[in-house]
């Protein structure tokens, strides 16, 4: 309870980008392009994995659970941003807000666990490729696709009833675009330790072990590339995982600049930055990444258009 002449908040009102009125119109435009973009190259990569059987391979399966997380983490926070930044600011209900940190957080670590679950293939297949086979069946990647998502969105409200025990009096200002976790606990009025607490004992086996494992990963596949002794075999071998590994430099840079090593602009605007970097530019980036890089999936995309252009001429030949 509220002592004194707090009054307890019934609301949240959520800054958003404060002293860009004279820009809100370039920044919606902006940024409705970009979430229209990630969507449609989410969904492209979703939909051409799914239809193609030459993408009927674990590591696609795993990609294709990968666009549809970014899709969710996307979804949840970009249309509120459109809206707050048209109206300058937004309210939001105390439920509402805690339900958005809660599918941001279980997505975030559900792409962790499935980037580490890719990681484990591509050591498998390149590590191992003999029992690469046997070992990645279809059982395995069932689990494997199954499990990422069941221990994020089945454990984390654990933390977010925490969350719920907090008392909050007095301003209901989250000076961010979103809610997000150090904004919420910053306006908090009651002990947040144990809220802290949970959080980082979280983050240990969702995202700090994933992280060891896929960098362990990495140094067993590079150990074994440069024991392939044609130039050529060690190109071909590096290209089957480049655009992981770059999706995995971006994703994993991005959280350890922001939250094990935040240097630098620790103002609003520098926050706001950073925060925009794994909130908008990582899911925007993902798909360019795949598409752009990824043979396989060119290929898959050419057969396709190539498909689709003989069922349109090929009556005109009879």
């Known amino acids: 309870m509220c002592e004194g002449n707090g009054s307890e908040v019934t609301e949240f009102f959520i800054l958003g980008f404060k002293n860009l009125e004279n820009f809100k119109i370039s920044l919606f435009i902006l940024f409705l392009v970009i979430y229209l973009a990630i969507l449609l190259g989410n969904v492209f990569i979703i939909t051409l994995v799914s239809t193609s059987h030459h993408l009927n391979v674990p590591m696609y399966l795993f990609l294709r659970n990968l666009s549809a997380a970014d899709i969710l983490f996307t979804t949840n926070i970009m249309p509120n941003m459109l809206y707050v930044i048209v109206r300058g600011g937004g309210d ?75 008392t909050f009096c007095g301003s209901n200002i989250i ?24 959080d980082f004992i979280f983050s240990i086996p969702l995202m700090f072990m994933p992280f060891v494992v896929v960098t362990v990963s990495y140094f067993c596949i590079v150990i074994s590339i440069l024991r392939i002794t044609s130039i050529t075999g060690r190109w071909k071998a590096f290209s089957t995982c480049s655009a992981h590994l770059t999706t995995i430099f971006i994703f994993y840079g991005t959280q350890i600049t922001i939250y094990i090593f935040p240097v630098g602009d620790n103002t609003f605007y520098g926050k706001t930055v950073k925060s925009l970097l794994y909130t908008v530019l990582t899911p925007f980036i ?7 890089r990824n043979h396989e999936i060119k290929r898959a995309l050419q057969q396709l258009i190539y498909k689709k252009r003989n069922i349109t001429i090929h009556p005109m030949f009879r």
């Not at 890719?118 to 070992?135: E, K, T, V």
């Open 92 to 166: 939001i209900s105390i439920p509402g807000c805690f339900i958005q940190y809660y599918v941001f957080c279980s997505s975030t670590y559900t792409q962790s666990l499935i980037l580490m679950v890719m990681s484990f293939d591509r050591y498998m297949a390149i590590c191992h490729p003999l029992r690469y086979g046997a070992l990645m069946n279809p059982k395995l990647c069932q689990h494997l696709v199954v499990c990422p998502w069941a221990v994020c969105f089945v454990l984390f409200p654990i933390e977010v009833v925490s969350l719920f025990l907090l």
């Open 175 to 198: 000076e961010h675009f979103f809610c997000d976790f150090a904004p919420i606990l910053a306006i908090a009025s009651s002990d947040t330790s144990i809220v802290e607490t949970e």
């Open 286 to 292: 993902n798909p360019i990444i795949y598409s752009m």
